[in-house]
């Protein structure tokens, strides 16, 4: 069963940041990329998203501190929260496992209420059942009441 990863960029060439993020990882599935509305902080540039289906033999948390790893060599800095980033890597669900840890909670306990989330990890995996919640992918994206904008490349 696959690890989930949600990927976000809209600085410097976010293309190009999603692909160097991407290739340090075993990859199973990949969503397309999708040009999304800012959250939460409104002034800053869109975003391109995506999602990838990966394995990985790390523990979660380790696999946390991989990612965390990956975006401060890619230069993220955390200076505004929601705010703008090179590289946002976010473990979504690691199989159908539950993590409830200061430093990482799993699945990603906002995923059902994120549009630019729902929409690359429904292309991927319409029929993965969240752990908690009970319900497909394909049902919370039906149901998610973000109406931020959401276009796929």
Same mark, same amino acid.
């Given at each position: 069963?696959?690890?989930?990863?949600?990927?976000?960029?809209?600085?410097?060439?976010?293309?190009?940041?999603?692909?160097?993020?991407?290739?340090?990882?075993?990859?199973?599935?990949?969503?397309?990329?999708?040009?999304?509305e800012? !959250?939460?902080?409104?002034?800053?540039?869109?975003?391109?998203?995506?999602?990838? $289906?990966? &394995?990985?033999q790390?523990?979660?948390?380790?696999?946390?501190?991989?990612?965390?790893?990956?975006?401060?060599?890619? $230069?993220?800095?955390?200076?505004?929260?929601?705010?703008?980033?090179?590289? &946002?890597?976010?473990?979504?669900f690691?199989?159908?496992?539950?993590?409830?840890?200061?430093?990482?909670?799993?699945?990603h306990?906002?995923?059902?209420?994120?549009?630019? !989330?729902?929409?690359?990890?429904?292309?991927?995996a319409? &029929?993965?059942?969240?752990?908690v919640?009970?319900?497909?992918i394909?049902?919370?994206?039906?149901?998610?009441?973000?109406?931020?904008?959401?276009?796929?490349?």
């Amino acid at each position: 069963m696959p690890i989930y990863l949600g990927l976000g960029s809209n600085l410097g060439d976010p293309f190009k940041n999603l692909s160097e993020a991407i290739a340090n990882f075993a990859v199973l599935h990949q969503s397309s990329i999708y040009e999304t509305e800012p !959250v939460g902080f409104l002034a800053q540039p869109w975003f391109l998203n995506a999602v990838i $289906g990966i &394995d990985s033999q790390l523990s979660p948390l380790a696999l946390l501190e991989f990612c965390q790893a990956i975006e401060n060599r890619m $230069g993220r800095k955390r200076e505004i929260p929601k705010g703008p980033r090179t590289i &946002d890597i976010d473990l979504l669900f690691y199989e159908n496992r539950t993590v409830n840890d200061p430093l990482l909670t799993l699945p990603h306990p906002q995923i059902q209420h994120r549009r630019f !989330v729902l929409e690359p990890l429904n292309e991927i995996a319409p &029929d993965f059942l969240h752990p908690v919640l009970n319900r497909t992918i394909a049902e919370l994206l039906r149901d998610c009441k973000d109406g931020s904008i959401v276009r796929k490349l």
